[in-house]
């Protein structure tokens, strides 16, 4: 359905093997615009119920991503919340096939913006 961006855990469990089930997350998905109507629905409509079918969080970025015709759509709850809400975005999405140009999100690092890690304070 939509492009990964990343997973975020709101804790690292202690040890290897440690149970995330109540851990919250977050999780991000790249959609193409032209679809998120479908996802968000008259007047909010389809969101809210996305919201209160699964129990998740859910936001869509109200602007594009760099260079490209994708938004950003966030996903924050517990990992169940969340298996659910993506399969409905998954539904939807499917339902909705994609309209008009399309230009993919490509992030890139500048070689000068590479990972620096913070320096430690005293």
Do not use: M, W
């Amino acid at each position: 359905c939509g492009s990964l961006i990343g997973l975020k855990d709101a804790a690292t469990p202690s040890k290897p093997g440690t149970d995330l089930k109540g851990v919250a997350a977050s999780f991000r998905l790249i959609v193409q615009t032209s679809q998120c109507g479908s996802l968000i629905g008259k007047g909010g409509s389809k969101i809210k119920d996305i919201r209160e079918s699964t129990g998740a969080s859910i936001q869509v970025a109200g602007e594009t991503l760099p260079n490209s015709t994708e938004r950003a759509v966030t996903i924050s709850g517990l990992p169940e919340a969340i298996t659910l809400c993506i399969e409905e975005i998954c539904n939807i999405v499917l339902e909705s096939p994609p309209k008009g140009p399309f230009v993919p999100y490509k992030p890139h690092t500048l070689p000068n913006q590479a990972y620096q890690p913070r320096p430690t304070l005293p």
